[in-house]
């Protein structure tokens, strides 16, 4: 049962990155997996002009994961 959700939810994710340049920025989507948040999607905002920096950044957990550790 669990394993039938989460490959419900898995399927749902759009893997693949988005670039959308505007005139001032540019617009980043990517999602990244880790042992200790899970599939997690960001977005970023970067700025256009040299230098490059992030103006606004945005994170949220996809698909939960533990990998069972505790510290």
Do not use: S
């Amino acid at each position: 049962m669990e394993d039938d959700i989460f490959a419900e939810q898995l399927e749902n994710i759009k893997f693949d990155p988005q670039i959308t340049i505007k005139e001032d920025k540019v617009l980043v989507r990517l999602v990244f997996f880790t042992k200790w948040g899970g599939f997690i999607e960001a977005k970023y905002q970067v700025q256009k002009d040299f230098p490059h920096k992030i103006i606004e950044r945005e994170t949220e957990t996809l698909i939960d994961y533990n990998c069972g550790y505790v510290y």
